[in-house]
């Protein structure tokens, strides 16, 4: 029988068997502006193992690819590394379909498998850091990595190839033709496993240092890391470039680079938010300005991932924070950025609340605030951006003093 879609060879028993899916924009509020991919691996032992799945709507297409590579009743094993439903989404339906015997997942993996899809204990096994399962001919151990990024993930490891099966760990929302790393256009790799760590793992940073420290003790030759989401690292200098990536951005040392975000309603805070930025640049400091007009949330962070300094410009509406800056600031809550000075600024018309609020908020979030916000009643005076130009220049300076 043809199939639509073509499984990938990574090795004489290693497959790609994912999806790509190219027209994914919003992956639960992170804008995937060039798409993502579901890795999925088949492994073939005695026990032909499948390693991840899909989103359910991608189920034929996996299926497809399978089998250009064997029958898919020849499927015995399903390793599920975590069970978000990216990945873990299309199991009950290869459960159904085929004649699986185990599924395999850690403990919390186990627990989160039965609470999305009832798969039952007869089918589901547990396998714990340190544990081995020999499918025939191909020996996988496993890693548990709790919270990264969901309590359940793990890592499985094959060992006679190298392969480190990492999950979310390592990947990015890329949707290429290349299942290569350094097939890919080097900056497009930079920014997209960036834009994947700032949105789904900076909050967790400090288990990720974790990791890092701990991964050596596992004594792993690690010849490939296979994500599940975008290209694959294959070469020893791509390998060791993204940990020393993920060492950096889970540091978060401050650097000399300020981000401006604001939105306006009639330019005045617009107006703001320039002279802000004229005296960052004034003072030595790099400036990424975003108006959030165009400005996504998850672009937002990941300028923020390399930053030292928050500086956020809002109107007054209705007593509150305009609701663009609102939802960014909620946002950046939540992912927990350390190390980072900053402050607030903002036109108003009969109140203005917005930058108390924003202020308060910086506070919780453990920015250190350089002065407090500066408000202005409608159009802003020469002295008004004078007053900004003095935000961006004291900010500039404070970069320098813990750069
Ligand atoms: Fe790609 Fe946490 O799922």
Same mark, same amino acid.
């Given at each position: ?54 989103? @359910? ?19 015995? +094993? ?18 159904? %379909? ?22 039952? /204990? ?11 399962? %020999? ?25 006679? =190839? ?19 790393? /350094? ?7 930079? +920014? ?13 940073? @400090?288990? &990720? ?11 792993? /030759? ?38 401006v975000i604001y939105d306006t309603?009639? =330019?005045s805070t617009a107006r703001m938010a320039s002279a802000v930025a ?11 300005l975003m108006p959030l ?5 998850? /672009? ?10 928050l500086l956020v410009g809002s109107p ?5 924070i305009y609701?663009t800056v !609102?939802? &960014?600031?909620? +946002?950046?809550?939540?992912?927990? @950025? ?5 402050g607030s600024f903002g036109s ?6 917005a930058t108390?609020?924003l202020?308060?908020?910086?506070? =919780? ?6 002065? @407090?916000g500066i408000i202005h009643?409608?159009?802003p ?5 004078? !007053?900004c130009?003095?935000l ?12």
């Amino acid at each position: 029988m043809s199939n639509a879609f073509s499984a990938f060879k990574l090795s004489d028993k290693v497959y790609w068997v994912g999806a790509i899916d190219w027209g994914l924009r919003n992956f639960h509020g992170y804008r995937t502006s060039r798409g993502s991919t579901y890795n999925a691996f088949l492994v073939l032992g005695e026990k032909v193992t499948l390693i991840d799945t899909v989103k @359910p709507k991608f189920y034929d297409e996996m299926m497809s690819r399978i089998r250009t590579v064997i029958d898919p009743a020849e499927i015995k +094993y399903i390793i599920s590394n975590h069970s978000e439903m990216d990945h873990s989404g299309a199991i009950p339906l290869v459960v159904k %379909d085929w004649n699986i015997e185990k599924v395999f997942a850690s403990p919390k993996g186990v627990e989160a498998l039965n609470e999305h899809f009832e798969l039952g /204990d007869d089918i589901l096994e547990t396998v714990k850091t340190g544990d081995t399962l %020999d499918i025939g001919g191909a020996t996988f151990s496993f890693i548990e990595t709790r919270m990264l990024h969901w309590p359940d993930s793990m890592f499985a490891f094959y060992a006679e =190839e190298g392969i480190l099966f990492s999950n979310d760990a390592f990947g990015m929302h890329l949707a290429t033709a290349e299942k290569y790393i /350094d097939e890919v256009d080097p900056w497009i790799v930079r +920014y997209e496993a960036a834009k994947y760590y700032a949105n789904i793992l900076l909050h967790l940073s @400090p288990i &990720v240092l974790n990791l890092l420290k701990k991964l050596p003790s596992y004594n792993l /030759d690690i010849k490939m890391i296979a994500p599940d989401h975008g290209p694959i690292f294959r070469r020893p200098q791509d390998i060791q470039q993204i940990l020393n990536w993920y060492q950096e951005w889970a540091e978060q040392k401050p650097t000399q680079k300020a981000v401006v975000i604001y939105d306006t309603m009639w =330019e005045s805070t617009a107006r703001m938010a320039s002279a802000v930025a004229d005296g960052l640049i004034a003072g030595g400091a790099k400036v990424e300005l975003m108006p959030l007009e165009g400005a996504h949330r998850s /672009d937002v962070v990941t300028e923020l991932l390399d930053a030292g300094a928050l500086l956020v410009g809002s109107p007054t509406m209705n007593n509150q924070i305009y609701p663009t800056v !609102a939802d &960014v600031m909620n +946002y950046i809550k939540g992912l927990k @950025p350390k190390n980072l000075v900053g402050g607030s600024f903002g036109s108003h018309g009969w109140s203005g609340e917005a930058t108390k609020h924003l202020d308060a908020m910086m506070e =919780e979030i453990k920015i250190e605030l350089v002065k @407090p916000g500066i408000i202005h009643k409608y159009v802003p005076t020469k002295d008004a951006l004078m !007053a900004c130009r003095e935000l961006g220049l004291a900010v500039a300076a404070k970069l320098k003093s813990v750069g």
